[in-house]
C-alpha cells in the first residue's frame, strides 16, 4: 500500500506536471493539440491582463494615483518580462559596486515565494489596529539573519553574497524604503525587480533584457511572458542586454531603438566563475566537468541555459530534472532525486545557486554536490555602465526631510 507520502507526492507531481505544460505554451516548447487549446484560452486572458497594466499605467501616468518620494536615490532593476533575464547577478553586480564607491545600499525585495505573515496574526492585527508589520531584514549589513524559507531564494542569495549591503522583503517597498533610511541610514535604494512597481518612483531606471529570449511570442500574460508592453522600454534609462554571446544583433537593436531611442545599452553575460560545494568551502575549477558524468537538476525559468553551460565545458549530463521556477523542494522529492541519481553512475551533481539554497543539508547525496557560481561579465558599454554609476555615485545635495513613519525606530539612546 502506497504510504501517504508518496499520494501526496504524486498529487503535487500532478499539480507540477500541468503548470509545467502551461508554462511550455507560454513559451512555445510545446505542440500538439492539447497546446493550441491551452493557447487560445490564454489568449483571451491576455487582452483582459493588457487592459489592466494599462489602466494602471494611466492613472500613475496622470497621477490619478501619485507615487511617494522617499527623499533618496532609488535605482530601479527589472524587466519587461517574467522569469530567465538573470537580474539578481546584475542587481548584486550594481549594489557592490555602488558599496565600494561609499553609497549605504539597501535592496529592497518583495520576497518572492517567502514565508508571509501568519493569517490569523494578520486578522488580529487588523482587528486591533495594530502597528502594521515592519519589512523582514534579510541582512542588516553586516549579518544575515533570515533563511531562504522565510526570505525567499533571491534575498537570501543577495544577503549572503553581499557584505556590507542592507536587504528587506516586504511587498510594500515604500514602506521598506523608509524603514532602510530610518533604521539604517541608507542613502541609496535598490528596487529589486520593480520595473512595474509604481507606488515608488526611480530616479534611474535599469531594464534587463534576455538577449537569447528578449520577449517571448511578444504576447501579454498569460499568453506570453511580457509583463507589459514593448512600448515601454521607453521608461528605461539604461537597458542591459543580458546573457549575451557578444555577436551584434541588428533587430533586436533596431527594435529598442524604435521604443528608446536615448537609452545607453550594455551588453553583458553571466559567465560562470567556478563550482561551489553545497556541502562544505570547498570550490572546483570548471574544467573538472570536461567529460564528467554529471547530473543536473533545477527550479529556474530558463533551464536550458543553465544545462548548456555545463555541456559547454564538456560535461555529459546523463540525469537531468527540471522543476518549476522557484519551485519549493520538499523531502521526499530531493531524496528520490538522489536516489535515481545515484543509480546513474555520476561523478557529481550540480545545480544553479538559486536553487542550492533551498536544499536540505541532513539529506545525503550518493555523490558531491556542486552549485555553478555565475558573476556578471561586461562585454561591451563598459563606459556606460561606469558613467550610470558615476551618476549615483557624484555628491549629492541635500535631500528632503521625510514625515516619521509609525515602523521607524529611533535611534539607539533617543
Not at 555523490?367 to 555553478?372: A, D, F, R, T
Amino acid at each position: 500500500m502506497p504510504s501517504i507520502r508518496r499520494i501526496r507526492y504524486k498529487f503535487a507531481r500532478a499539480a507540477d506536471d500541468f503548470a509545467q505544460f502551461t508554462a511550455d505554451v507560454i513559451y512555445d516548447r510545446r505542440h500538439g493539440r492539447g497546446a493550441e487549446i491551452m493557447a487560445t484560452c490564454l489568449y483571451g486572458l491576455s487582452f483582459l491582463f493588457s487592459g489592466i497594466v494599462q489602466l494602471r499605467w494611466y492613472l500613475y501616468e496622470h497621477r490619478i494615483l501619485r507615487n511617494k518620494p522617499l527623499g533618496c536615490l532609488v535605482v530601479v532593476v527589472g524587466n519587461l518580462t517574467v522569469g530567465g533575464t538573470g537580474k539578481t547577478p546584475v542587481v548584486e553586480k550594481i549594489a557592490r559596486t555602488l558599496t565600494e564607491r561609499g553609497r549605504k545600499v539597501a535592496i529592497l525585495s518583495r520576497g518572492y515565494k517567502s514565508k508571509k505573515e501568519p493569517l490569523p496574526k494578520k486578522l488580529w492585527r487588523k482587528l486591533t489596529h495594530g502597528t502594521e508589520a515592519p519589512p523582514k531584514i534579510v541582512s542588516d549589513g553586516k549579518t544575515v539573519l533570515l533563511d531562504s524559507d522565510v526570505a525567499g531564494d533571491e534575498p537570501y542569495m543577495l544577503a549572503r553574497n553581499l557584505p556590507g549591503v542592507v536587504v528587506l522583503c516586504d511587498k510594500n517597498r515604500v514602506k521598506a524604503g523608509s524603514f532602510a533610511i530610518r533604521r539604517f541610514g541608507c542613502d541609496t535604494l535598490i528596487l529589486d525587480d520593480g520595473f512595474q512597481y509604481l507606488p515608488l518612483k526611480g530616479r534611474l531606471n535599469l531594464l534587463l533584457v534576455d538577449k537569447t529570449n528578449p520577449f517571448g511570442n511578444q504576447h501579454l500574460l498569460p499568453r506570453g511572458i511580457l509583463r507589459e508592453p514593448i512600448k515601454h522600454l521607453s521608461r528605461a534609462n539604461y537597458i542591459f542586454l543580458t546573457k549575451s554571446d557578444g555577436i551584434r544583433d541588428d533587430a533586436l537593436l533596431e527594435m529598442i531603438r524604435e521604443n528608446n531611442p536615448k537609452a545607453e545599452i550594455i551588453e553583458c553575460a553571466h559567465k560562470p566563475q567556478y563550482l561551489q560545494s553545497v556541502n562544505s568551502a570547498e570550490r572546483l575549477s570548471l574544467d573538472v566537468l570536461k567529460g564528467a558524468r554529471v547530473g543536473a537538476f533545477s527550479g529556474i525559468a530558463s533551464p536550458e541555459s543553465f544545462e548548456n553551460m555545463l555541456r559547454d565545458f564538456g560535461a555529459e549530463i546523463r540525469y537531468n530534472q527540471r522543476f518549476l521556477d522557484h519551485h519549493r523542494f520538499t523531502r521526499y522529492e530531493i531524496e528520490r532525486l538522489y536516489r535515481k541519481a545515484g543509480k546513474a553512475d555520476l561523478e557529481m551533481i550540480v545545480t544553479t545557486e538559486k536553487d542550492a539554497v533551498r536544499l536540505f543539508e541532513d539529506i545525503q547525496a550518493p555523490v558531491p554536490v556542486y552549485y555553478l557560481r555565475l558573476e556578471i561579465d561586461i562585454l561591451s558599454g563598459e563606459e556606460d555602465f561606469e558613467g550610470a554609476t558615476e551618476r549615483i555615485c557624484r555628491p549629492r545635495t541635500k535631500e528632503p526631510s521625510m514625515t516619521r513613519s509609525p515602523w521607524s525606530e529611533s535611534p539607539k539612546g533617543a
